[in-house]
Structures are given as C-alpha cells and as structure tokens.
C-alpha cells in the first residue's frame, strides 16, 4: 500500500505546477499565490494533528521561532519567483531548473555547514546541473511569450535559491520541530507575506475579479500540493525512506508528461535527453 502513496506523491506533486500554470493565464502570479496558499495552510495543519505535534508549539525557543520565520521567509520568496516563472516561461523548462534547488542546497551545506560531498552525491550534482542546462535550451519563439520572453529564467534561479535557503535555514535552527509543524509554521510566514505583496503591489482588487475557471484550478493546485504532503508522510510512515523519496522526487517526469497532454509543450532530443540526465542524477544521490 505504501507504493501507492507514494506513486501518489509524485503525482500530486507532478501535476501542481500544471494546475498552477493553467491557473494563471489572466491571474496575477502573486495574487495566485496568496490565495493558492490558504488551501495549502488548511492542508499544513491538517497535518498538524494527523501526527499530533501540536503539543510542541508551546516548547518553542525564541531561536526556534526566529529559523522558522526566516524560513517561511525564504519559502515565500521561493514559491513567489516559481509562479512568476511559471506565469512567464514553459512549464518544462522552468521545474527542472526550480529543482536544481538540490544542487544549491548541497553545495551550500558543504561550504557553511562543512557536509561531505560522496562519490555518489557529487556525480548526482553534475548529472542534474548537465541535465537542467540541457533541458532549459532556448527555442524560436515570438519575442516576449513562452520560454523567450524575459524574466523567466531568473524567476526560476530565483525560486531554487530560495529554496534551498529554506533547507539550510531548517538544518541550522529547526532541529528540534517536527517537520510537520514546521511546515505548518512557515506556511503561516508565507501566507501573511504573499498577501503583503498583494496589498503592496496595488493587486489587491484583482482577487475579486480572477475569472471562476482559474480560480478553481489554483484552489486545485494547492490541493494537490497538501495531497502530495498527505501522501508523503503515509508513505514514509510504512515504506523505506530509501524508495520513497526518490519516487517523490522524480515527479518532474508526471509534471513534463502533463506539459505535453495538457499544454502541448514538447521536449527536444536535447531536452529529453537532459531529463534523463536529471533522473539518473537523482537516483544517485540517492545511493
């Protein structure tokens, strides 16, 4: 059974980013996140209380509290960037490079935190770097749409920075939450911070007017992104942690298979085969 969570997983995960894209067409991007991540807080603290670690909110330390705002920080800054490049660039050139995440969170651990890099990590880092260059080529497109236009590329840099800002920040000051309750916390910093931009940019008014198909299937995003963190925990609950989170990982293969049934977007021999480069490189980093 634990298979099928995890098969799940990857594909809630997979199909986010299809969601997200489909949803944002006319919808501002900050806006689609502010109101993407009411549906994924509802999810974060269900959560909470499948595990029951809502007995550790009144243990937390100051430094605790202090790592999980800048982490939600981070993570709001990371899920902002994703969707503006997902809003500007193709769906398939924009999540290899989000993931690359792994790559800079690695190499950061490495130079602050002093973590070995092994044969097999260090292989994985170079496969998934050769792999996303690859997979990001450039294709004729009119100026200004599709993976052309301007700004996408470094909304996606933007995005893995961020994110891998989040895994060190939690290494460092979030050792004693369970991670449950730390998403759920960070979730909290990111809800009030997306929402903060969308008073500040003047888009307030815009979520009035998101046109009913968008905003179902941005609602719909978030609930595939809780229904992946559902299915994650169910799975690592009964399964080997030593299969399951390379299954989860591997969801770029779900999301680039859904890129071409639902937005025609095609991979290139090249591209193609710079997804192969990025799943070996995952499985051994594994190893």
């Known amino acids: 059974m634990w298979v099928l969570f995890a098969a799940g997983s990857a594909f809630f995960a997979g199909v986010t980013a299809i969601l997200a894209k489909c949803g944002i067409r006319q919808t501002n991007s900050t806006v689609a996140t502010?109101?993407?991540t009411v549906v994924v807080l509802v999810f974060a603290w269900l959560m909470v209380f499948v595990v029951g670690s809502q007995k550790q909110l009144a243990g937390l330390d100051g430094k605790t509290v202090a790592f999980l705002i800048l982490s939600g920080l981070a993570t709001g800054a990371s899920w902002l960037c994703y969707?503006?490049?997902?809003?500007?660039?193709?769906?398939?050139?924009?999540?290899p490079i989000d993931k690359s995440s792994t790559i800079l969170a690695i190499l950061l651990a490495f130079v602050l935190l002093g973590e070995p890099i092994g044969l097999f990590k260090g292989a994985g880092v170079v496969l998934i770097a050769w792999g996303t260059f690859w997979m990001i080529e450039k294709k004729n497109s009119p100026a200004g749409t599709g993976t052309a236009g301007k700004g996408w590329m470094l909304y996606a840099l933007g995005s893995a920075v961020f994110?891998?800002?989040?895994?060190?920040?939690?290494?460092v000051g979030i050792q004693n939450v369970?991670?449950?309750?730390?998403?759920a916390i960070r979730t909290v910093v990111v809800l009030a911070m997306a929402w903060l931009m969308v008073a500040v940019?003047?888009?307030g008014k815009e979520v009035k007017r998101i046109p009913r198909r968008e905003l179902a299937l941005i609602c719909l995003s978030g609930l595939a992104t809780g229904a992946s963190w559902l299915c994650y925990y169910r799975a690592l609950?009964?399964?080997?942690a030593s299969v399951v989170v390379p299954m989860d990982k591997l969801s770029?293969?779900?999301?680039?298979?859904f890129s071409r049934l639902v937005l025609g977007e095609k991979l290139t021999?090249?591209?193609?085969?710079?997804?192969?480069?990025?799943?070996v490189g995952t499985l051994a980093m594994l190893l």
């Open 163 to 171: 994110a891998s800002l989040t895994a060190i920040l939690s290494k």
């Open 83 to 95: 969707f503006r490049a997902l809003q500007l660039g193709d769906v398939n050139k924009v999540v």
């Open 269 to 279: 021999r090249r591209s193609g085969a710079g997804l192969v480069l990025v799943v």
């Open 201 to 203: 940019s003047g888009h």
């Open 237 to 240: 609950q009964d399964g080997p």
């Open 252 to 257: 770029i293969l779900v999301t680039v298979a």
């Open 34 to 36: 502010a109101v993407r």
């Open 178 to 183: 369970e991670s449950n309750l730390g998403a």
